[in-house]
């Protein structure tokens, strides 16, 4: 019976040691209109300056029931950039909510947008 508690014990110091940092994104589109077929950018800035370490997120359509990735940033040590995306037929046209997902996470970053909508061509 002793042994459960020492491993919670341990478990609970170890993540009171451990820093654990995740970016904080910001992105922007020009609309929140898009034509299947038409490029468009997203911007996007990394707030942590504490976040060093150069990681790549996946720009994500989300639906309530899955994620879809429709393009990526490569970080590179940058805070600022901007992404080219062209959405395909394989998307639906829909309301999505347009943001950045760490790749295996559960939840959008910067989900600013709940109201991106993808039209027809």
Do not use: H
């Amino acid at each position: 019976m002793l042994t459960p508690c020492r491993l919670c014990i341990a478990i609970f110091l170890l993540l009171l040691n451990y820093k654990a940092v995740l970016a904080q994104f910001t992105i922007s589109v020009p609309s929140l209109e898009v034509a299947i077929g038409q490029k468009f950018p997203v911007s996007w800035t990394c707030d942590t300056s504490e976040f060093s370490e150069p990681q790549a997120v996946d720009i994500c359509l989300n639906t309530d029931t899955e994620f879809i990735p429709i393009g990526s940033i490569q970080r590179n040590d940058l805070l600022t950039g901007t992404v080219n995306i062209t959405l395909d037929d394989t998307i639906f046209p829909t309301t999505y909510t347009l943001g950045i997902r760490f790749p295996g996470c559960s939840f959008l970053l910067a989900a600013e947008f709940n109201d991106f909508v993808v039209v027809s061509p």
